[in-house]
């Protein structure tokens, strides 16, 4: 079974400033998809940006970026320029490639406080 | 176009009752997942339908817990004779289809307080 670690259960930032949030995994399987939601207080989770295991170029989404080392199974997060909107909890989530029923299996989360 | 929705949006029931949390998926997506979210187990997958059918029922937390989806679209998930354990948001999740390729789009869930 996959399992996900988030080692910080707390970040703070200064708005404008960068923070990077940490995600390792563990995994048998040679291929899978790595995601970053974000849940604001509203509960609904939103996906953020996400990594296909076989892809070795980092993605990026406008001012979300990840850190993808692949042999080290790590997947951080890095948030540019962080705006007071970005203050939520943060979830790493692996996911096999088949999917179907292999659900998401998720970290604890990170909670991000965005100090104006 | 209209996103994931679940109903109620929260449910206070007294221990051994019973209760049906209804999750209304985007409408064509083919597949249907419901994740639990817990103090103390965090973010558990729960179940997954393909259209009507839930291949795989193991990840359900008990025999009280069961899930259905009619129509290849609405699905409830019941939990009968609840326990104070079962208190939890309940997050519901639609995709196209069911490869991991496809975004899962979540709704805003239901809490669960069970007094």
């Known amino acids: 079974a996959q399992t996900v670690t988030q080692s910080q259960p707390e970040m703070s930032v200064q708005e404008a400033e960068t923070v990077t949030l940490s995600c390792t995994y563990d995994?048998?399987?040679?291929?899978?998809?790595l995601f970053w939601y974000k849940q604001p207080p509203s509960r609904q989770m939103i996906l953020v940006i996400r990594?296909?295991?076989?892809?070795?170029q980092n993605a990026t989404e406008n001012r979300f970026s990840v850190n993808f080392q692949k042999a080290a199974k790590s997947f951080s997060l890095k948030i540019s320029d962080s705006q007071l909107g970005d203050a939520a909890m943060y979830f790493c989530?692996?996911?096999?490639?088949?999917?179907?029923?292999?659900?998401?299996?998720f970290g604890k989360g990170t909670h991000l406080i965005i100090q104006p | 176009g209209a996103g994931v929705s679940q109903s109620p949006s929260n449910k206070v029931t007294e221990k051994g009752k019973d209760v049906e949390l209804r999750c209304d998926p985007i409408s064509g997506h083919t597949a249907l997942y419901w994740y639990r979210q817990s103090l103390g187990q965090g973010l558990e997958f729960l179940i997954y339908?393909?259209?009507?059918?839930?291949?795989?029922k193991s990840g359900l937390p008990s025999d009280r817990f069961s899930a259905e989806r009619t129509g290849g679209s609405v699905s409830t998930l019941t939990i009968q004779r609840t326990q104070q354990e079962d208190s939890a948001v309940y997050l519901c999740?639609?995709?196209?289809?069911?490869?991991?390729?496809?975004?899962?789009?979540f709704g805003p869930g239901t809490r669960l307080t069970v007094t």
């Open positions: 339908f393909q259209g009507n059918s839930a291949p795989d």
């Open positions: 995994t048998s399987e040679s291929d899978y998809y």
């Open positions: 989530a692996y996911r096999s490639v088949g999917g179907g029923a292999d659900g998401l299996t």
């Open positions: 999740a639609s995709s196209l289809m069911p490869q991991s390729s496809y975004e899962q789009y």
């Open positions: 990594q296909e295991a076989y892809k070795q």
